[in-house]
């Protein structure tokens, strides 16, 4: 049976092969069940698997969880997608011109989805899939 609102906190840690990662959940009394993800990048399933476990275990709520992982050094690169930064300073460039907004950073760019790429060498759909599965199952741990 679900569990009505409350406040609280879980964590859960996990591991496979270079990969490491740590899910923090954390939620406080709400009307309704909200829930937000924040997750790495490439790991499209988890926003829904973090959805999913929300509905099955809360009724109401505003929860927050958040998965950071990392790979082992040497295990894979990145590489930083100029013509992304390009669009995002052409789609922006009207607004800072007209005086309504500021000029971009180089870190807030660098932290815009699609400019930095994890270039996963050696990480085909089935690993990527049981790296996935791995951290889901973090993810119901830290709800839990």
Known sequence: MPISGMTGFGRAEGALGAWSWAVEARSVNGRNLETRFRGPPGFDGLERAAREGAQGRFQRGQLTV???????????????????????????????????????????????????EAEDAGLDREALAELEAAMAASIGLALD
Do not use: C, H, M, Y
């Not at 052409?90 to 870190?107: I, K, M, N, Q, Y």
């Open 66 to 116: 958040g998965v950071q992982a990392k790979r082992a050094e040497g295990a894979g690169s990145v590489r930083v997608n100029v013509a992304q930064i390009e669009r995002f300073l052409e789609l922006g460039g009207p607004f800072v011109t007209a005086g309504r907004a500021a000029p971009p950073s180089l870190d807030g760019l660098l932290a815009l989805r699609g400019v930095i």
